[in-house]
């Protein structure tokens, strides 16, 4: 069978997805790159916001109308938290919540009868096996963890994903090293909360988040390391010396969601904003060059005009290298839902627009301080009609979240060079390979 594999929302849903294409692949099935060639297609959904469950009913229309033909199954949060809403699309043929993800491959296989050749093990990718999405062959999105135990109070993430759950450590370090063995050069630990990772079966220390990077540095040959979101709670100033070793990627994205203490406080985050500049602070002393990325909702139910301008000059003063706005949008069966003031459409895309020319006005100060550098950089791919007197248009990563583009002859795929800055351009920079 021919399966078309698509994600939308954030890190944790891509690495599923990844998962699902090596357990396609491994029961014999082939992952292919276009719609119209599909059999079976596959869209891992997102809830976190009104507008991603929009997205998400948009893409099972898309991919509808791409091929009529073939069947569609649906899982992810927006699949978890409203399954009857996408059956009333009335045009999808399974719905999946994420409870019955892992289990997809096997469920697709009983319910049409369309067996593949292998064995499909769950986690496996054989090293000798080829990544089966080619786009994402340069950063391997690894899970680590799944559910949340904090109750935030405008978070649908934490229903729809359940009690935080860890993975095995030795599966974890089984599944970098093979992806190293196919060609990964950066490898990035995801989940919904990743800073609570091993606390469900009471481990610490080397059971700890902090214990799992030491040994994915240790006992495995990764080239770069990245963390995804972590809360800034979980940033435990002992962790910091783990950056002496400069696989790990100097970036951290702790996300602030507010820059206002009594605006935390509803929203029931566990610390005040001077916490917050603490932990960057420790953060940005103990890693040269760090970058420091974050979320902020706008327009949370009661924020005034006050709580919003106490909020954007707490982030004007942060010098984020990144900053992801978003309007707070209310959704069903979380506390935030149902408070008082809820603020108008207008406020928030007001706020909105603020708050993200705040973001944009330090990201290029950010970048701005490394002019003139040479830092390496990992590229990724070819812009698709970019090529010009033999030279492609690349772009790639530093370890530090600044994105890189320059022209260059040579095959630059998925190689690691030192790359000089020379020139500030769009949302990154333009560099020249030494
Ligand atoms: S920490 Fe808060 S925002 Fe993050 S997943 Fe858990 S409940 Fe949601």
Not at 327 to 335: I, V
Not at 343 to 354: D, E, I, L, W
Not at 357 to 371: D, Y
């Amino acid at each position: 069978m021919k399966v078309y594999l698509q994600s939308l929302g954030c890190k944790l849903n891509q690495s599923e997805l990844e998962s699902l294409a090596c357990q396609f692949v491994q029961a014999g099935h082939t992952v292919v790159d276009t719609v119209r060639e599909a059999d079976l297609c596959v869209l891992n959904t997102c809830a976190v916001t009104h507008t991603a469950a929009g997205k998400s009913r948009q893409a099972i229309r898309r991919l509808r109308r791409a091929n009529s033909d073939a069947r569609l199954a649906v899982t992810g949060c927006y699949a978890q938290m409203w399954p009857q809403e996408i059956r009333d699309l009335g045009n999808v043929d399974l719905v999946v919540g994420n409870e019955g993800k892992e289990q997809l491959v096997e469920r697709v296989e009983k319910e049409w009868g369309l067996k593949g050749q292998g064995s499909g093990r769950a986690w496996g990718l054989s090293p000798a096996s080829r990544f089966p999405i080619p786009q994402a062959r340069t950063r391997a999105f690894v899970k680590i963890q799944d559910g949340c135990d904090n109750h935030c109070t405008y978070c649908i993430v934490r229903v729809a994903r359940g009690r935080q759950r860890s993975r095995p450590r030795r599966d974890i370090l089984a599944e970098v090293e093979a992806r190293v063995a196919v060609g990964y050069q950066e490898v990035v630990l995801t989940g919904v909360h990743i800073g609570a990772y091993g606390r469900d079966s009471g481990r610490q220390g080397d059971g700890s988040l902090w214990g799992l990077v030491e040994a994915i540095l240790m006992r495995t040959h990764v080239r770069r390391l990245r963390l995804s979101s972590i809360e800034p709670w979980d940033l435990d100033l002992d962790c910091l010396r783990l950056w002496e070793d400069s696989r790990l990627c100097r970036h951290l994205h702790l996300p602030l969601q507010s820059g206002c203490d009594a605006t935390l406080q509803r929203m029931g985050r566990s610390y005040t904003a001077g916490r917050f500049a603490a932990w960057v602070e420790a953060a940005r002393e103990a890693i040269s060059d760090v970058a420091i990325t974050t979320d902020v909702l706008v327009g949370f139910p009661g924020e005034s005009e006050a709580e919003f301008n106490e909020s954007l000059r707490f982030v004007k003063a942060m010098g984020f290298a990144r900053t992801h706005v978003f309007k707070y949008s209310a959704r069903p069966g979380t506390p935030a839902a149902t408070m008082p003031d809820q603020v108008p459409p207008p406020v928030k895309k007001a706020r909105s627009r603020a708050m993200m020319e705040a973001g944009r006005h330090s990201a290029q100060a950010f970048r701005r301080a490394f002019l003139g550098r040479t830092l390496e950089v990992l590229w990724e791919g070819q812009r698709k009609g970019s090529e010009s007197e033999h030279k492609a248009l690349w772009s790639g990563l530093t370890d530090n979240y600044l994105r890189v583009r320059t022209q260059e002859g040579r095959d630059l795929s998925n190689t690691i060079t030192r790359t000089r800055l020379i020139a500030l351009g769009g949302d990154g920079m333009w560099g020249e390979v030494c």
